[in-house]
């Protein structure tokens, strides 16, 4: 049984199917891409993974270690909770907040102390505390942001603040890791740091990874398998390869042929 | 016991001192019969602001109802300690009143805190306007009238007492990783959902625990001024309430203290202008809101003031 195994998966909002029917699996340990045109549905198939759509027919089934949990139409904490972490394509950090507390709010809901604790600092309270900052410290260590976890999030650079989504969401210790366009608006040098970065989270987490994006040179480079999404329906997967050269990819990206056209006219 | 470090023990040495300090001044007569009411509202405003700071300031839930929970720990209090007139009964009250003031704060959190912005004000509005006006209709509040004589059990200490137990268990709250959740809300609801906090949960319990201690405040209000009616507990009220936080700083609980003093002390100092007295006041707001809007300390505290920017430790 795959680690993620998504099953005619349908959302409609009113009159618009968004995603209708869509079957993917994920297996442990592979570093999917899903890409398609703008507007293909692959953001709403996030948000559906996540829980923050309930959809409207179909299943999202995990598989943890044997045990198989339904994750559609749960909430979206209780879905990260299960084991998946996602990060958004429009950067979605506490600004006004510090590195170290963006890390540590992702931390929070394997925290093991209760509220009284807290009101009242019992020796549970520092203990878990110390216990947080210092995993916080490690993971920033990990992705070179120890040198700015007083700073706030806004004030971080660009490439930083979509770097920091990532290592928040890793805070969740998840299973599977959701991207939303990681490279988005990234210049070339960025996007191959981004590269190295998810490789190296790859290896040393032992992580499954999907991600949406735009940037065909990242994904078709380190990509294990693509889907493509296209009005909300999956018209085609597997290896880079082969998608690349899938003529319903080609048509979907740059429209029908116009010499095909031309040649059945006559 | 790691709570009792360094740290701890001079800010408690630096409390104590302030206390007796007041005390003394209170014992010689310097601060009058007149002052010390002035001291009390100070207290009592303190421990609305920094309890509603909370819910609005941190957790950034638009909340209009302060004064309800208010009414509902003055009210219980004041009919506990009117049956129990002794320092015993007074206490009862006062706990019992906050606890029920944090039940109901529960029951009408669930259903008005998936309720945003504006939408949640209207809401909590409607919820203190419900609380008064049941107060108003109920015999055992005595109606319209209100509730007078009763028994004055609370004095400067009682009321520092509990002004620093609530300034110190909210800052506890606010700097744990609860307290960081609930900030998270405020910062972005969703991305706060995506990283495991259960929103809703921590809306309400930002919720109930301000309004557990705003019914602390009621309480010492109807033990030291021995009278209330419903209409102390009106829509003003929470507004008065509102105008110390957003003054002091949306998120800053030292600001929410020094907000409430100086805006005590300037209507004391401005009730020597009876006719202008309000235009004074208003136009100050107008002017500080104009400067400075994101208050008077922002989302800083006094103590940020003095730590080294990268030596934070968890104290």
Known sequence: MPLLSVEKLTKSFGGLTAVSNVNMHIDKGELIGLIGPNGAGKTTLFNLLTGVYVPTSGSIKLDLNGSIKELGGLKPYDVTKSGLARTFQNIRLFKDLT?????????????????????????????????????????????????????????????EQRHLEIVRAMATKPVLLLLDEPAAGMNPNETAELTKTIAQIRKEFNLTVLLIEHDMSLVMKICERIYVLNYGMMIASGLPAEVRSNKKVIESYLGEDISDASNKKS | MRVLNKKNIITFGIIVAVFAVVQVLITMKIINAFYEITLATICI???????????????????????????????????????????????????????????????????????????????????????????????????????????????????????????????????????????????????????????????????????????????????????????????????????????????????????????????????????????????????????????????????????????????
């Open chain 2, 45 to 315: 405003n303190i421990i609305l602001a920094v309890s509603l700071n909370l819910v609005t300031g941190f957790t950034g839930q638009f909340s209009l109802g302060h004064a309800g929970f208010m009414s509902i720990g003055a009210y219980v209090c004041a009919l506990i300690s009117m049956n129990t007139d002794s320092t015993f009964g007074f206490l009862i009250g006062i706990f019992a009143g906050a606890i029920a003031a944090a039940l109901v704060g529960i029951l009408i959190g669930i259903p008005t805190l998936r309720l945003k912005g504006d939408y949640l004000a209207i809401a909590t509005l409607g919820m203190a306007e419900i609380i008064r006006v049941l107060f108003l209709n109920m015999e055992i509040t005595n109606g319209a009238a209100g509730l007078s004589g009763i028994p004055r059990n609370t004095n400067w200490t009682w009321l520092f007492v509990f002004l620093m137990a609530t300034i110190i268990l909210i800052n506890n709250f606010i700097r744990s990783s609860h307290g960081r959740a609930c900030i998270s809300i405020r910062e972005d609801e969703i991305a706060a959902e995506s990283m495991g906090v259960n929103t809703t949960k921590y809306k309400v319990m930002a919720f109930a625990l301000g309004a557990f201690f705003a019914g602390i405040a009621g309480g010492l209000y109807a033990s030291y001024f021995y009278f209330i009616k419903p209409n102390v507990f009106g829509f003003m009220k929470s507004v008065d309430v509102l105008v110390i936080v957003v003054l002091g700083g949306l998120g800053s609980i030292s600001g929410s203290v020094i907000a409430a003093i100086l805006l005590a002390v300037l209507t004391t100092f401005l009730q020597q202008f009876t006719e202008v007295r309000m235009i004074i006041y208003a136009a100050l707001l107008v002017a500080i809101m104009l400067f400075r809007p994101q208050g008077l300390l922002g989302t800083k505290e006094i103590t940020d003031m003095f730590k080294n920017k990268n030596t934070e430790k968890i104290e």
């Open chain 1, 99 to 159: 590195v170290l507390d963006n890390i540590r709010i992702a931390m929070h809901q394997n925290v093991g102390y209760a509220m009284p604790s807290a009101l009242f600092r019992s020796n549970k309270f520092y203990a878990e505390e110390d216990r947080m900052k210092l995993e916080a410290e490690q993971l920033m260590d990990i992705f070179k942001l120890s040198h700015k976890k007083n700073e706030l999030a806004k004030n971080l650079p660009y490439g």
